[in-house]
């Protein structure tokens, strides 16, 4: 399957459940398991995200220095958002 995301204005939302993230590799695995869940491999996330492969390939290791800006390109690319929130806050469940 080619990555979606090409010509589209907005990419997919892919089928992952919010997930509290607390360390760099936490998000690692988080940023791993979206681009899997588009059936794409790192090169082509990568181009299409506008990051080198190495890059992405330290975000999804868990690389505790990558550039913020990069990796909010990375989410983006991927359907991700990012929320703060205070310590303890939890979503009201339906």
């Known amino acids: 399957m080619l990555f979606?995301?090409?010509k589209m204005s907005t990419p997919p939302e892919p089928k992952l459940r919010p997930v509290?993230?607390?360390t760099a590799a936490e998000l690692?695995?988080?940023v791993r398991?979206?681009?899997l869940a588009t059936?794409?491999?790192q090169a082509s996330t990568a181009g299409l995200a506008g990051v080198g492969v190495r890059f992405l390939g330290d975000?999804?290791?868990g690389k505790p220095s990558v550039r913020l800006g990069l990796v909010l390109q990375v989410l983006q690319r991927l359907g991700l958002q990012v929320w703060i929130a205070p310590r303890g806050w939890r979503p009201?469940?339906?």
């Open 4 to 6: 979606p995301f090409g």
């Open 20 to 22: 509290e993230v607390r």
């Open 28 to 30: 690692g695995a988080v």
């Open 33 to 35: 398991a979206a681009r």
């Open 39 to 41: 059936e794409t491999d």
């Open 59 to 61: 975000v999804e290791r």
């Open 92 to 94: 009201r469940e339906p």
